[in-house]
C-alpha cells in the first residue's frame, strides 16, 4: 500500500515535472520554426523569454491568491491551463501565437512553487519534509533535462506540430489525477484566510524575506553563469570540447544527486541547516574557483565539477526548509511565490555579462566571478536567518 506521503510527493511531483518540462519544450524547434515561419533566431528567443518573464511575474501574485484561497483549485486549473496552451501551439499559423501562447503557458506555470510548497507543508509529516522538498526539486530537474532531447526526437519522428500536441495533452491526465486525488492534498493551517496579515508591502520591505531573495537570486546568478560558459571556460584551458561538456554533464548530475541527498540529510540533522547550506555552498564556492584559476586537466575537471555540483544541489533542500521556516503561519504561498522569484531572475542576469568578459579576454575570470557570487550568497544567507531569528524572538515576547 502507498503511503499517504509517497502519493502527495507523486502528484505534486508529476506537476512540478510537466512545470519545467514545458519551459525548456521551445528551444530544440527553434531550427524548425526558423524556416516554418521565416523568423529571425533573435525573434524565436522571445518564445522561451515571454515564457519566463510570466512566469516570474506571476508567481507573487498567485502565492497571495493561494494563501487566500488554497492552493488545490489552482494548481488544478494552472496544469490544465499550461498544458492545453502548449498543445494548442501544434495549431499555430504565425511564430507570433505560438509567443501569445507561451506566455499563457507562463503566466499558468507561475502557480507551481508557490502552490506547491504550500500543500507540502501542510501534507507531508515534518519527519519527511526535507525528503519531499528534495523530492519536490529533482522532479524539476528531470523535467529540463528530458524535454530536449524528448521534443527533438518526437519532432523528428512525428513532426513538431504532433510532438507539442502530444506532449501538451500529456498535461490534462496530470490535472485530472490532482483532481481524483485532492482529498490526500492537505491546505496550511491559516486562522482566516481572507483576511491575512501580510500585505504585499509587508512583503516587499520584510528584511528576512528581502534577504532569501537575495540568496536565491545569487544563487541562481552563479549557477546559470556555470552552465552558460562552463564549457567555454574549459576549452579556452585547452580542454576538448566533448570532454568540456562532459564536465557540465557531471556538474548537472551531481546537483541533482546532491538535492537528494541533501533532502534525506537535513530530516536528520534539522539543527543545521544554516551550517549545511553555508558549507556545502562554500565547497562548491571554492571548487569552481580552484577549476577557474588553476590548469587542471580534463579529468581533474569532470571530478571537481561533479562535487561542485552535488554540495550546491545538497544545499538547495536545506535552503527551502529555512525559508519555510521563516514565514509567518498561512503565509507560505506568498513567501515562497516572492522569493522563489528571484530565481528566474537571477538566471537571466549573468550570461551576457560574463559573455562580455570573455569576449574582451578576461575568460580567467568567470568562474572566479561566479566563486564570489556564491560567497555573496552565503552572507545573505547567514544574515537573512539572523534576521528570522529576531523576528520569532520579538513575535514570541509580544
Known amino acids: 500500500m502507498i503511503s499517504r506521503d509517497t502519493r502527495v510527493n507523486i502528484l505534486i511531483g508529476n506537476g512540478h515535472f510537466l512545470s519545467h518540462f514545458y519551459q525548456l519544450s521551445l528551444p530544440p524547434l527553434f531550427l524548425i520554426w526558423q524556416k516554418e515561419f521565416d523568423v529571425t533566431y533573435a525573434q524565436l528567443g522571445l518564445a522561451p523569454v515571454v515564457m519566463a518573464i510570466m512566469a516570474a511575474l506571476m508567481q507573487t501574485p498567485y502565492g497571495f491568491l493561494v494563501d487566500r484561497f488554497g492552493a488545490r483549485r489552482?494548481?488544478?486549473?494552472?496544469?490544465?491551463?499550461?498544458s492545453l496552451a502548449i498543445a494548442?501551439?501544434?495549431?499555430?499559423?504565425?511564430?507570433?501565437?505560438?509567443?501569445?501562447?507561451?506566455?499563457?503557458?507562463?503566466?499558468?506555470?507561475?502557480?507551481?512553487h508557490p502552490a506547491?510548497?504550500?500543500?507540502?507543508?501542510?501534507?507531508?509529516?515534518?519527519?519527511?519534509?526535507?525528503?519531499?522538498?528534495?523530492?519536490?526539486?529533482?522532479t524539476g530537474n528531470i523535467g529540463f533535462a528530458l524535454a530536449p532531447p524528448v521534443v527533438a526526437v518526437m519532432a523528428a519522428f512525428f513532426g513538431w506540430r504532433e510532438a507539442l500536441l502530444i506532449l501538451g495533452l500529456v498535461g490534462v491526465p496530470v490535472a485530472l489525477a490532482i483532481l481524483w486525488q485532492s482529498g490526500i492534498l492537505q491546505e496550511q493551517a491559516h486562522a482566516d484566510r481572507k483576511r491575512s496579515t501580510m500585505t504585499a508591502r509587508d512583503l516587499l520591505l520584510d528584511r528576512t524575506l528581502l534577504l532569501f531573495f537575495g540568496?536565491?537570486?545569487?544563487?541562481?546568478?552563479?549557477?546559470?553563469?556555470?552552465?552558460?560558459?562552463?564549457?567555454?571556460?574549459?576549452?579556452?584551458?585547452?580542454i576538448e570540447v566533448a570532454l568540456a561538456s562532459a564536465a557540465l554533464t557531471a556538474y548537472m548530475v551531481g546537483t541533482s544527486a546532491g538535492v537528494l541527498i541533501g533532502g534525506w540529510i537535513v530530516d536528520r540533522l534539522k539543527a543545521y541547516v544554516?551550517?549545511?547550506?553555508?558549507?556545502?555552498?562554500?565547497?562548491?564556492?571554492?571548487?569552481?574557483f580552484l577549476v577557474g584559476v588553476l590548469p587542471?586537466?580534463?579529468?581533474?575537471?569532470?571530478?571537481?565539477?561533479?562535487?561542485?555540483?552535488?554540495?550546491?544541489g545538497g544545499s538547495r533542500t536545506p535552503r527551502d526548509i529555512m525559508l519555510k521556516d521563516a514565514a509567518p503561519p498561512g503565509e507560505i504561498g506568498k513567501v515562497f511565490g516572492f522569493v522563489s522569484s528571484g530565481a528566474p531572475l537571477g538566471s537571466a542576469l549573468t550570461p551576457v555579462p560574463l559573455g562580455y568578459l570573455i569576449d574582451h579576454g578576461f575568460t580567467d575570470w568567470v568562474l572566479v566571478i561566479t566563486a564570489v557570487i556564491l560567497i555573496a550568497s552565503i552572507l545573505c544567507m547567514g544574515t537573512a536567518r539572523a534576521s528570522a531569528k529576531s523576528d520569532a524572538a520579538v513575535a514570541a515576547a509580544e
Not at 74 to 82: Q, S
Not at 89 to 105: D, G, H, N, Y
Open 74 to 82: 489552482f494548481l488544478i486549473i494552472n496544469t490544465m491551463v499550461m
Open 88 to 112: 494548442a501551439m501544434a495549431f499555430a499559423t504565425s511564430f507570433w501565437q505560438i509567443v501569445a501562447l507561451a506566455a499563457v503557458s507562463g503566466m499558468a506555470n507561475a502557480v507551481y
Open 116 to 138: 506547491d510548497y504550500s500543500i507540502l507543508a501542510a501534507s507531508i509529516h515534518h519527519d519527511k519534509m526535507g525528503r519531499a522538498f528534495a523530492i519536490h526539486t529533482f
Open 215 to 238: 540568496f536565491y537570486l545569487l544563487g541562481s546568478m552563479a549557477g546559470s553563469g556555470v552552465q552558460a560558459w562552463l564549457i567555454t571556460v574549459l576549452h579556452y584551458k585547452g
Open 274 to 288: 544554516g551550517i549545511m547550506v553555508a558549507g556545502l555552498t562554500g565547497l562548491s564556492s571554492v571548487l569552481v
Open 296 to 312: 587542471v586537466t580534463a579529468l581533474v575537471a569532470i571530478v571537481a565539477m561533479f562535487v561542485a555540483g552535488a554540495a550546491l
